[in-house]
RNA sequence: GUGGGCGUAGCUCAAUUGGUAGAGCCCCGGAUUGUGAUUCCGGUUGUCGCGGGUUCAAUUCCCGUCGCUCACCCCA
């Protein structure tokens, strides 16, 4: 019989580099909460409207990257594909936004039906953070300094650059649409057959290609910063003046688009060199049309979300985990078996420090090489001529000090 | 959806005129009947991805298929 595997595209996290993720995640969960962002947590299940409406019906998550199946009653649900959606879904749902300012993180695993390769899974953990309420933009700013924060912990803020760029309000996008569809319609036999399709489905992606030979095509284009009306402008040098007095760096990049309908004015990404293909670590924007176009009254909003695979692929080769202090209890017969679990019961209540018990017997030598393996630093030695004499055995596995004899009562004087 | 690379022990990998498999690591035991990591000795581990074809004989050659992986598309 053939063994069941993973679906594709799914990981498992195995315990030798679960460690990371443990430390990533707790690391950014502290980080929001200093800026006094709160946790949310929804379902990983939504109605699939919720995702049609809210990404954009001829995005290619919508399209064809979502995982999307009828419920026992005949609904369509949806693996929820990125955050947002949910997390104004449960705003408006629970009156989050009226009137208010929220400022929201969420964390957790995202699905999409794609291709799988290195950075990128069919089911990925995101970790989000979202601001409600307010236009900016000194939440932009406040929010690319959070990031700023999360790489300067992890020790990767040399290896990411922050791009930014404004695709101005609703109409601008609109009228910018129009103009550029004109441009390359007018160059049609130029282009390649990836950007012809997207002439139709996303024109603003087509500024963005990688393909060598439409650059200069591209250079050419009209730019969407020739568009922006007076507000947009504003906000776009107002976030940019900040941006220079506080000295963050940043670059101006113009084919900065986003993939998802619902981006308008600031979009960001931090990209970054040491990953070849999937660059984008961190990547938002503010959608403030989103919120009323959910049925929830008009609220600006921004935020981002970051891929925690291509985080830690950036974190893991420059970071020292620290050492767990751990003790390994070698047990020597069935007689000692009952006082060893209740010493080892009395010192992780006592000294906060991790206790393994040696379980299934052995004899010293293999209980010792256990905890050799278990990376313990202190073993203690518990056996029938210890326990007749009240004492354990200390024996120092990870530095040059000689074994010592205890009494149990003062064992927790050790740790 | 498109294209490249790869599937042999738990892991990393060998095995050419085609003759049904081997090393290191890991694990277990012993040297030390109660002292790890070092050293020495011994031992276990296989549907050679799966199915078919050619052949006296296929891990090897051919066809198909599945899986993994990297890249494109797209995205975090």
Not at 58 to 80: P, Q
Not at 99 to 117: A, D, K, S, T, V
Not at 151 to 165: A, G, P, S, T
Not at 290 to 318: H, Y
Request: proline share 3%; glycine share 8%.
């Amino acid at each position: 019989m053939k063994n069941i595997q993973a679906i594709r595209g799914m990981n498992d996290i195995l315990p030798d580099t679960s460690r990371y993720w443990e430390m990533v995640e707790g690391l950014l969960c502290h980080v929001a909460i200093q800026y006094g962002y709160q946790e949310i947590r929804f379902p990983l299940l939504e109605f699939t409207e919720l995702f049609t409406r809210s990404i954009g019906e001829t995005t290619d998550i919508v399209e064809k990257e979502m995982y999307t199946f009828l419920d026992r009653n005949g609904d369509s649900l949806t693996l929820r594909p990125e955050g947002t959606a949910s997390c104004i879904r449960a705003g408006i749902e629970h009156g989050l936004f009226y009137n208010q300012i929220q400022r929201l993180f969420y964390c957790g695993p995202m699905f999409r039906h794609e291709r799988p390769q290195k950075g990128r899974y069919r089911q990925f953990y995101q970790f989000g953070v979202e601001a409600y309420g307010l236009f900016g933009p000194d939440i932009d700013v406040e929010i690319m300094l959070l990031a700023m924060r999360f790489w300067q912990e992890l020790k990767i803020d040399h290896k990411v650059e922050l791009q930014i760029n404004t695709l101005g309000n609703l109409e601008t996008r609109v009228k910018y649409r129009e103009q550029l569809v004109q441009y390359f319609n007018n160059n049609y036999d130029v282009l390649d057959e990836d950007s012809k399709r997207r002439l139709l489905t996303n024109p603003l992606r087509i500024v963005d290609s990688k393909n060598p030979d439409l650059q200069e095509l591209i250079k050419n284009a009209p730019k969407i910063l020739d568009y922006l009306d007076y507000e947009a402008q504003a906000h776009f040098d107002g976030l940019c003046r900040i941006l220079d007095e506080i000295k963050l760096p940043y670059v101006i990049n113009p084919r900065l688009v986003r993939g998802l309908d619902y981006y308008c004015r600031t979009v960001f990404e931090w990209v970054t060199t040491e990953i070849r293909a999937q660059n984008a670590v961190c990547a938002g924007g503010h959608y403030d049309g989103l919120v009323a176009q959910m049925g929830g009254k008009s609220t600006p909003a921004i935020g981002f979300a970051m891929g925690l695979e291509r985080l830690i692929l950036l974190v893991a080769d420059n970071l020292t985990m620290p050492n767990l202090q751990v003790i390994y209890l070698v047990l020597l017969g069935d007689d000692v078996i009952a006082e060893g679990m209740l010493l080892a019961e009395k010192i992780r209540a006592n000294n906060k420090v991790n206790v393994i018990v040696n379980c299934g017997g052995g004899s010293m030598s293999s209980q010792l090489k256990r905890a050799d393996k278990s990376g313990a630093a202190i073993a203690l030695i518990l056996g029938d001529a210890e326990l007749a004499k009240r004492e354990v055995l200390i024996k120092y596995l990870r530095e040059d000090k000689p074994q010592q004899s205890v009494k149990i009562e003062n064992i927790f004087n050790y740790f």
